[in-house]
């Protein structure tokens, strides 16, 4: 364990070696300073979070109003101090910050773990001269990536799905991404010729901010496509073509905190096709939108182990006639900004089709976007989904298009996280399993040997 001093903050470009006096990153003034402005989106209020076990108690400063777990991001500096209520015998405070990504399944899946973060410091003990102080400051900054098997990638955001299947014999996945201060402090009882510890320990958010490269689009004008497949004798054969179509703002990367808007098409050269997804009659369940969430890794046994599931879902109304996107000359299709023509197939005797507008957002607990560390991957889709009238016997089979996309946590031009993101959301707890989310809504499990992934 180090007993070097906390690490510095960073020094100011363009500083003498005559300016030692550099300022603590705090969003209080201390003694002898005033605020002078603040922005209009400023967060709210932010106060201090304590924890107290026996004698020993944490506090750390500038945490988010009703935060009940402490909130850092990208190269946060955790900012607090370490106050003791008797200094008697006490032969050493020792502090750490540690993260790690533990997955598990069944025994003979196996699982994994490994250490993402660790920051051992020593506070105080018997090498110092002057007597333990009943309140130690804490200053330690985050780092932005962590270093593992010679591979460095930026530190993950705290993350927690489990599953568990006691009836349909799939699987039971755990994944998680903790991060947590654990406080030391050591006493020596002369009585007893022995040390005693006494730790105290919590878990943290470990949160790190993101933002679209630029101002995303609120117009749907990227298209993707999807055929809907006739069934012959238990078999898809080729017949009227289905087209069903998903059209996305550009360029796929979008805030958490907006609802993205979208536009789906259907067409086909027999309107009788059209019939039951005509808006007047088609069961609103038949046509989805929605976010996606698709949780991978890879145990120690070399088993790959996934499962996707709903973070969202979509709201569809029918557009109005004039509105038509199949009524455009033009729509731009992913990839290189060319446009292909849709229009000409308006015009052909006998086509018809349909078309709705809506929007959908991530579910509230959602915290960040997909990321992938070690040998895990979270990817996000927005996926349009379309079940015919009885599925299973009928002419048509279902039709599905998933498009990967990126969250963020903030928005292009978001200056600070506003208040209302941190409202009612916690790290989810060792008791918290699939949150609802089921195979009825959307959520498929599956899991391989050698390296091999299921796909969704």
């Known amino acids: 364990m180090s007993t070097a001093s906390l690490p510095s903050l960073p020094s100011y470009v363009g500083a003498g070696a005559a300016d030692t006096q550099i300022p603590s990153y705090t969003a209080r003034p201390v003694n002898g300073e005033q605020t002078l402005g603040q922005s209009k ?98 200053n330690i900054t985050l780092p932005a990536n962590y270093t593992l098997n010679g591979k460095t990638g930026p530190l993950p955001p705290s993350f927690l799905y489990s599953f568990y299947d006691v009836q349909g014999g799939t699987p039971g996945q755990k994944t998680r991404i903790k991060y947590e201060i654990i406080v030391d402090v050591e006493r020596h009882q002369s009585s007893l010729k022995d040390k005693i510890g006494h730790t105290l320990s919590t878990d943290f958010i470990y949160l790190p901010r993101s933002r679209p490269a630029k101002q995303p689009s609120t117009v749907p004008s990227t298209i993707f496509e999807v055929e809907m497949q006739h069934r012959h004798n238990g078999k898809a054969k080729e017949e009227d073509p289905i087209i069903w179509k998903l059209c996305l703002p550009p360029p796929g990367t979008y805030p958490l905190s907006r609802p993205i808007p979208f536009r789906v098409a259907v067409t086909s050269r027999s309107a009788a096709l059209l019939t039951p997804f005509a808006p007047s009659k088609r069961d609103k369940s038949a046509i989805r939108v929605y976010l996606l969430r698709h949780v991978s890794f890879t145990t120690d046994t070399n088993v790959s182990l996934w499962r996707s599931f709903s973070i969202g879902e979509g709201v569809l109304t029918a557009a109005p006639p004039s509105d038509n996107l199949w009524l455009k000359n033009t729509v731009r299709r992913p990839g290189g900004g060319e446009t292909a023509s849709i229009g000409s197939n308006s015009d052909k005797e006998g086509w018809a089709s349909y078309d709705w507008i809506g929007t959908v957002k991530a579910n509230k607990d959602v915290l960040s976007g997909g990321f992938s560390v070690a040998n895990v991957v979270v990817q996000d889709y927005i996926v349009l989904s379309v079940v015919p009238p009885n599925p299973r016997g009928g002419s048509l089979l279902e039709a599905k298009k998933s498009v990967p996309i990126q969250l963020t946590t903030d928005e292009y031009d978001s200056p600070v996280i506003p208040s209302e993101f941190y409202e009612d959301r916690k790290e989810p707890t060792e008791d918290d399993s699939d949150n609802g989310h089921d195979n009825t809504n959307g959520a498929t499990n599956g899991h391989g040997t050698n390296g091999t992934n299921g796909t969704h």
Not at 54 to 78: E, K
Not at 98 to 122: A, N
């Open 41 to 138: 989106l400023k967060r709210g209020d932010l106060r201090d979070w304590s924890k107290k076990n026996g004698n020993v108690t944490l506090t750390l400063f500038d945490q988010p109003p009703d935060a009940q777990l402490p909130v850092f991001g990208r190269q946060s500096t955790i900012q607090g101090a370490i106050m003791l209520e008797n200094t008697q015998d006490i032969t050493s405070v020792n502090i750490k910050v540690h993260g790690y990504v533990k997955c598990k399944s069944l025994p003979e899946y196996g699982g994994s773990y490994y250490v993402l973060l660790e920051m051992p410091f020593t506070l105080w003990d018997k090498t110092h001269q002057e007597p333990c102080s009943s309140v130690l400051p804490i």
